[in-house]
């Protein structure tokens, strides 16, 4: 067999352009990860300090594992930070192009207003316009085929959880019309 026939390429017609101007780098990515992480570090090791990081009579007092965890974190932040300022390779390595976040942007901020609608609108009513939508707007499966799917989703989810096992998943007015 020939190398082309081991080989099967697809073209994604969404695919970003190879072109697209980067947004950021790798380098940066890493610096502002690691200053984040350490001010987590700082936080919690503080917080567990407060607490009581030493051995009492009982054994370790509550903020003893937590406390070395955050030094253990901090430590690994401060690595972090050493190594990207290091290395010249990352400085000039795209991290994301415009293209490739107008992707992730266009899951991560729908995804988002899903858990914000959720507070509101409750679980089922979100997770339907969640579907919907992204069946929609992001598959580009008809309108029916959208609205169907996920009202047979949230139907089932709803016989799932509130029927048959009776958990209790954050509802909203709807729920509450039909007396759930």
Avoid: H
Wanted: net charge negative; glycine share 6%; proline share 5%.
């Amino acid at each position: 067999m020939s190398e082309s026939e081991l080989e099967i390429v697809v073209d994604d017609p969404t695919a970003p352009e190879d072109d697209s101007p980067a947004v950021t780098s790798v380098r940066i990515v890493d610096v502002v990860v690691s200053i984040l992480l350490l001010a987590l570090a700082v936080a919690l090791g503080y917080d567990n300090w407060r607490t009581g990081i030493g051995w009492d009579s009982t054994g370790p007092q509550p903020g003893y594992f937590p406390f070395y965890l955050s030094v253990i974190l901090a430590g690994a932040s401060l690595y972090g930070l050493v190594t990207a300022y290091l290395s010249r390779k990352e400085a000039a390595e795209t991290f994301v192009t415009r293209a490739q976040l107008r992707r992730v942007m266009a899951v991560f901020v729908p995804t988002l207003l899903f858990c914000l609608m959720t507070q509101f609108l409750g679980l089922y009513v979100a997770s339907f316009v969640l579907i919907a939508g992204f069946m929609r707007f992001v598959g580009k499966i008809a309108l029916w085929k959208s609205l169907l799917t996920a009202f047979l989703f949230t139907a089932l989810m709803f016989v799932t959880f509130d029927i048959a096992f009776d958990v209790i998943m954050p509802k909203g007015p709807l729920e509450a019309a039909f007396g759930y």
